[in-house]
């Protein structure tokens, strides 16, 4: 049994029931499950690990919904910078299909210590090709070291240009061999218990990469095993005009003729999503992850998320892929993620403390979870710390919480998870950050040459 004790928070945000922001408050967990919450002299006097958050503020842990870690190795490349969404694919999936199996597990390095330094705690991440020798396997065992919470996604690419899709016939995959490669990754790596820290999730790829028929037996297969259901659908405009002329339907009438509404889905973009789709998802309890940094910088617009929240559909959040952010903090993307919801519906559209909610709760929601999200008793100790006599913050301590997000924070002080403490005073405890950037910078000069 290990313990441990943070106390003497400048601020501790709970996001529990009563949304309680507690000045000089704590928390002590047993074997990284949280047992109390208040003030620290309601707390045990020891543990284990005991964490002295004076001049910080403490917050659950954030949660990024949608991610493509393998990206980081081909950021800001010059062909792609300035295209749509179909064209910056069809610029990037050659120079995709030289990634080797030590460029995954070292992508995947790269944005899980991204993440970190940001104040993730969990993350999904969505691979969905696969060139020789690689496999999912790569990155789930890359992230474990990290000591990330992962839910790892087996995506997938069927139909390739020769059949009217958009990848090229190189990059695709037999469905049936598809199938069976998700069907033993869940039976190899999925924890289904409380607190797990990996998950496999069943994700093709998108409308335009994969057969109808994969859709469905990809939903049979998940609920079949009890796992989640993700892929990206309606990004943007030439998205919608592909879906109208290949199915005749509208995005979320093509999710629901397949199996892809509930509960145990969650969709990537949403960004044109219409109402009678909003309507729909709301009615079903589909997710939706939110990623505004990649939607402005693919020109692909702006997600109706007060529209969408408003309607109670769940929404997280999240920074997509690394070659269309081109950035993986977390905290950034909520910051970028309130301003954007005031573009489109003025100054009163989005407050800080619900956009930190959408970052936290609202992404746990999203991944099928009620035990990460929250600082409270019974749930996993996956909390954050940042310090408020930073120079960004200066100015702002009258209501740090809202600073968080309404300054720029370069990363954070504090991040555990479960109890591990993976970031200790701005810097990682699992990796060897300056050796990793070395080897990920040669990597990716590897492949983009």
């Known amino acids: 049994m290990s313990t441990l004790l943070v106390k003497d928070a400048a601020l501790l945000v709970t996001h529990d029931a009563q949304r309680r922001e507690i000045p000089g408050g704590g928390l002590f967990a047993i074997d990284g499950v949280i047992q109390a919450v208040g003030l620290t002299s309601e707390l045990p006097g020891t543990a284990d690990e005991v964490l002295d958050a004076r001049g910080q503020i403490i917050f659950p842990g954030l949660v990024n919904t949608h991610h493509h870690m393998y990206q980081t190795l081909t950021r800001a490349l010059r062909p792609a910078q300035d295209c749509t969404l179909f064209g910056w694919l069809q610029a990037l999936y050659p120079v995709w299909a030289r990634i080797t199996p030590e460029m ?3 992508s995947t390095q790269i944005a899980c210590a991204e993440l970190l330094l940001s104040g993730c705690t969990t993350s999904s991440d969505h691979l969905y090709l696969f060139p020789p020798g690689c496999s999912l396997d790569d ?3 890359a992230a474990a070291d990290t000591g990330i919470r992962f ?10 240009q020769s059949a009217g899709g958009l990848p090229p016939d190189s990059l695709v995959e037999d469905e049936a061999a598809i199938l069976r490669d998700t069907q033993r990754l869940i039976e190899r790596w999925h924890d289904p218990k409380r607190h797990a820290l990996q998950r496999i999730v069943v994700a093709p790829c998108s409308p335009f990469s994969v057969s109808r028929e994969l859709m469905r037996d990809a939903a049979l297969l998940a609920r079949e095993h009890g796992v989640h259901l993700h892929t990206h659908l309606a990004e943007n405009d030439s998205d919608i005009e592909y879906m109208r002329h290949k199915f005749g339907c509208t995005p979320a009438e093509y999710a629901e003729q397949l199996g892809w509404l509930g509960p145990d889905v969650w969709h990537a973009h949403c960004v044109k999503l219409d109402a009678a789709g909003i309507a729909l998802f709301a009615q ?9 940094g990649s939607n402005m910088r693919l020109g692909s617009g702006i997600a109706p998320i007060r529209a969408l929240r408003d309607a109670g559909v769940p929404v997280g959040l999240a920074v997509d892929g690394s070659a269309s952010n081109d950035a993986g903090h977390l905290l950034g993307e909520a910051r970028l993620g309130l301003l954007l919801q005031r573009v489109l519906g003025g100054a009163g559209a989005m407050s800080a403390r619900e956009m930190l909610e959408i970052a936290t709760l609202g992404g746990a929601r999203v991944l099928g979870r009620d035990d990460i999200g929250a600082l409270a008793p019974g749930m996993a100790a996956d909390l954050v710390g940042v310090r408020l006599d930073a120079l960004a913050l200066a100015g702002a301590l009258h209501d740090p919480l809202a600073a968080l997000l309404f300054c720029q924070v370069p990363q954070v002080e504090l991040n555990v998870v479960q109890g591990r403490v993976l970031v200790r005073e701005g810097r990682l405890t699992t990796l060897e950050l300056p050796r990793l950037v070395e080897r990920h910078n040669r990597l990716a000069a590897q492949l983009a040459g």
């Open 284 to 292: 079903t309890g589909t997710g939706v992850a939110h990623c505004p």
């Open 139 to 141: 990155t789930l065992h």
């Open 151 to 160: 839910h790892a996604a087996r995506g997938a690419m069927s139909v390739g």
């Open 104 to 106: 995954l597990a070292v």
